[in-house]
């Protein structure tokens, strides 16, 4: 698909039908740590949207203007690792130093999200399906929404489900992991309203 | 070939570099807190620290060191303190240790605040005499099958004073069970006045980190780092008559306290219960008996619940709870009482000591956890 409209349906796949959490079950687990508590899922998920549009931008330019002249694609891995611990560690602590609040409410999740694989997932699939810088945005921001979208859920569900009888095997990862491939069976069905891969 | 090899050994080395750099500027200007004013205890003592560390951290660094046993990663909840001024918002990263009634009065985990501004804290006076010590282990004996007595030598600091029933913190090296030092707390049985040495109990727990190492992995000649004392059980002031109750490895501070008070010549009228199961897990038998004859008026009354065929036990027997039941008088209120032992045979000692009329303020106890 081209023309004008080609960022706004990555944007919106990412949400939905290629949700990066549903589809990928990358960055599964702060998901399964962090759903337990509504509150702090809310944190986590913002700081992963920021997160992950910068970075995939950033990794974007990196690839851009350095790996690809010079022949070095198969060093992206390494070097994208690279560049979203720094961002990461710099933007907590630019954080912690300008706001108290925003430290206490998402900077707190920072180091969290270093390690979170979808954050590497979404630069790596940005190569991969070749991305130009405006869809590189949308798919960032998209796929930060989507793994929001996703982990909020997931919160949602679980705060009912504190009440429920679970057998006792399932408490804890078990039920959240068949919860989450419910999730992605409904997450498929809006692959008939938006057809792009 | 090369060519290209060595433009992309530069250009990785030139990112990296780069960005190694960037991460140095920030933690010169943007991380940089300069120095803060750490005011403890209104003001009885006054410091000054690097700011951009956690308090924890550098307190620790001026020698003041608060209990952690996880080392400042939020993973224990033992590091507490009051931070009137200066400690900012509580994080999510402490709120699973504080309780409402903490979090209004300012309690907070020392290792999860940073400093960035003076401060105003208040810590227990005793941790200004915590001290960081290296040791040498100078004999590890058998005391039960199960009980090991470690005696360790003071090398840096020589000495260490400490209140008879006190604790000190023990760091356990790296090794099968743990990738990282941990701490764990153990009471020490020689009296204050040996001051050159501590002698610790210590029970083996199976698969427990710290006791496998200690009954497995330790040597005579060892260096041990260990820090302390800590601990508010210890000998009140005063004239009542005193009953003291440990099980196992609760022997330790007991002892101590036994030993302090026969070095002092403290009489007053003392009985001691002594809680095993079997022969086997009695210790130090004779030594009391020695304090029977040293001290005034001292009685150890040993008991076991669960006496084999063969050892032809002739003293008390049941359960230490029932041992007290039987032996407390209805005249026992003015008694104080002195507990160490496992959270469960306090709480069922407590209990009797309360039905017998003993206040709450005259009992005091160490639960090992």
Redesign the interface.
């Known amino acids: 698909m081209e023309g004008n409209l080609y960022p706004l349906a990555v944007f919106f796949g990412a949400i939905f039908t290629n949700n990066i959490l549903l589809v990928n079950y990358l960055g599964m687990c702060p998901f399964l740590s962090i759903a337990k508590e509504f509150?702090?899922s809310v944190?986590l998920g913002i700081a992963v949207i920021f997160v992950m549009t910068v970075t995939s931008v950033l990794n974007w330019a990196?690839y851009e203007f350095?790996l690809e002249p010079?022949?070095?694609e198969y060093?992206r891995f390494?070097?994208f690792i690279?560049?979203i611990a720094?961002f990461v560690?710099?933007v907590e602590?630019?954080i912690?130093?300008v706001s108290?609040?925003l430290?206490?409410a998402l900077g707190?999740f920072l180091p969290l999200i270093t390690v979170n694989c979808s954050i590497l997932g979404v630069s790596l699939f940005m190569v991969i399906r070749e991305y130009t810088l405006i869809a590189t945005l949308f798919f960032g921001l998209g796929s930060g929404l989507g793994w929001f979208l996703a982990i909020l859920s997931m919160a949602g569900i679980l705060e009912k489900l504190r009440k429920a009888r679970l057998p006792k095997g399932l408490e804890g990862p078990g039920i959240t992991l068949i919860i989450t491939g419910i999730m992605a069976l409904a997450f498929m069905g809006f692959a008939g309203i938006l057809p792009i891969s | 070939m090369i060519a290209t090899l060595l433009i992309s050994v530069a250009i990785v080395t030139a990112i990296a570099v780069f960005l190694a750099l960037l991460m140095v500027i920030a933690d010169a200007t943007i991380a940089n807190y300069g120095e803060v004013q750490i005011s403890i205890n209104d003001g009885s003592r006054e410091l000054t620290a690097k700011g951009g560390v956690s308090l924890l951290k550098a307190l620790g660094e001026q020698e003041i060191f608060i209990p952690s046993a996880c080392g400042g990663r939020g993973s224990c909840g033992l590091c507490k303190v009051t931070i009137d001024k200066g400690g900012g918002q509580v994080l999510p990263t402490e709120l699973p240790w504080l309780s409402k009634e903490e979090i209004e009065n300012n309690v907070r985990l020392s290792c999860q605040c940073k400093l960035k501004q003076d401060m105003e804290i208040k810590i227990p006076e005793e941790l200004f005499s915590v001290k960081a010590f290296e040791t040498k282990v100078s004999s590890i004996r058998d005391l039960t099958h199960d009980i090991k007595e470690v005696t360790l030598e003071l090398v840096d600091p020589p000495e260490i004073q400490i209140e008879a029933g006190q604790y000190i913190q023990v760091e356990i090296p790296p090794y099968e069970l743990t990738d990282e030092e941990v701490y764990r707390a153990y009471s020490i049985s020689s009296p204050p006045h040996m001051n050159s040495l501590v002698e610790l109990e210590v029970r083996l727990v199976p698969n427990g980190i710290a006791t496998t190492f200690v009954h497995n992995y330790l040597k005579e000649g060892d260096t041990v780092m260990m820090n302390g004392p800590y601990g508010d059980f210890y000998l009140r002031e005063s004239d009542r008559e005193i009953i003291c109750i440990a099980g196992g490895s609760g022997m330790a501070p007991i002892k101590s306290i036994l030993l302090d008070m026969e070095h002092k010549q403290i009489n007053r009228k003392t009985s001691y219960y002594f809680g095993a199961r079997t022969a086997k897990d009695l210790f130090m038998v004779e030594e009391m008996e020695r304090l029977e004859k040293e001290l005034k008026d001292f009685t150890f009354i040993p008991a076991l619940s669960e006496p084999q065929e063969d050892d032809n036990w002739e003293g008390e027997t049941g359960l230490i709870t029932e041992v007290l039941d039987r032996h407390l008088g209805e005249d026992a209120g003015e008694l104080e009482a002195y507990l160490c032992g496992s959270p469960g045979m306090i709480d069922a000692c407590i209990k009797v000591l309360q039905k017998k009329g003993i206040p709450e303020d005259q009992i005091f106890y160490d639960k090992f956890a």
Request: proline share 0%.
């Open positions: 509150k702090a944190g990196v350095i010079f022949g070095l060093l390494i070097m690279m560049v720094a560690q710099l602590m630019i912690e130093r108290e609040n430290y206490a707190i």
